[in-house]
Antibody
C-alpha cells in the first residue's frame, strides 16, 4: 500500500525557516518524481514544486511564489522527501502535502502538515 | 502559465441528481488533466486521471471527458458521500496549475 506521511510543520515567525519531511513507503520511491502542494486556510490548492529522480539528475521546478526561498530535496536511501523553507512570509501559511509526481501525476497524497507563519 | 478556469464555483444539488463540473484550460493540454475530491480536513483524493480514466477503487458514477482545452467531470447520480469540493489539475507544463474548485452542497 502506498503511504506518504508528512511531518515538520509548526509555528514560525516571518523571516524564519522550517524544514518539512515526507516519509514514503509501499512503492519504489526512487523511480518517481515527487511534488509538494499547499493549501492556505479556506483556499484552493497551489502547486509548490517538484524534484525529479536520479536519472534526471534530481533537477527541480518551483512555483514563482516560492522560487529562491524554498528548496526541495530527497534522500532515496531513506525513502524521504524534504522541503526547506526559508525567508517565510505570512502568505506561506498553509497545509503542505507531499504527493507522488511523474509518472503517477499526483495520484497519492500525504495527510498534510500545517505551517503557520505569524509573529 | 496555463490558467484553469473551473465552473461553477459552487452548486447545490440533491441526492440522485446528475452533476457536471467544467474546467477550461487557457491553452491545449492534450489529456494531461486529473480530477480530485477533497472533504473538509482531508487530503485531496484523485478520481480521474488522463482526463477520462477512472482511478482504481473510485465508483463508476464518476466519469471524466474532454481533451485539449475543455474538460468535464460528471457524477451520474449524486450520493450523500459525494458532497465535497472538487478540483481539476493540469500537469502538461510547469507550473502545474489547479482550477479554483467547485463546492458541491446539499440542496
Amino acid at each position: 500500500e502506498v503511504q506518504l506521511v508528512d511531518s515538520g510543520g509548526g509555528l514560525v515567525q516571518p523571516g524564519g525557516s522550517l524544514r518539512l519531511s515526507c516519509a514514503a513507503s509501499g512503492f519504489s520511491f526512487s523511480d518517481y518524481f515527487m511534488d509538494w502542494v499547499r493549501q492556505a486556510p479556506g483556499k484552493g490548492l497551489e502547486w509548490v514544486g517538484r524534484i525529479r529522480k536520479k536519472a534526471n539528475s534530481y533537477t527541480t521546478e518551483y512555483a514563482a511564489s516560492v522560487k529562491g526561498r524554498f528548496t526541495i530535496s530527497r534522500d532515496d536511501s531513506k525513502n524521504s522527501l524534504y522541503l526547506q523553507m526559508n525567508s517565510l512570509k505570512t502568505e506561506d501559511t498553509a497545509i503542505y502535502y507531499c504527493t507522488r509526481g511523474y509518472p503517477a501525476a499526483l495520484d497519492y497524497w500525504g495527510q498534510g502538515t500545517l505551517v503557520t507563519v505569524s509573529s | 502559465d496555463i490558467q484553469m478556469t473551473q465552473s461553477p464555483s459552487s452548486l447545490s444539488a440533491s441526492v440522485g441528481d446528475r452533476v457536471a463540473i467544467t474546467c477550461r484550460a487557457s491553452q491545449d493540454i492534450r489529456n494531461d488533466l486529473g480530477w480530485y475530491q477533497q472533504k473538509p480536513g482531508k487530503a485531496p483524493k484523485r478520481l480521474i486521471y488522463a482526463a477520462s480514466s477512472l482511478q482504481s477503487g473510485v465508483p463508476s458514477r464518476f466519469s471524466g471527458s474532454g481533451s485539449g482545452t475543455e474538460f468535464t467531470l460528471t457524477i451520474s447520480s449524486l450520493q450523500a458521500e459525494d458532497f465535497a469540493t472538487y478540483y481539476c489539475l493540469q500537469h502538461n507544463s510547469y507550473p502545474l496549475t489547479f482550477g479554483g474548485g467547485t463546492k458541491v452542497e446539499i440542496k
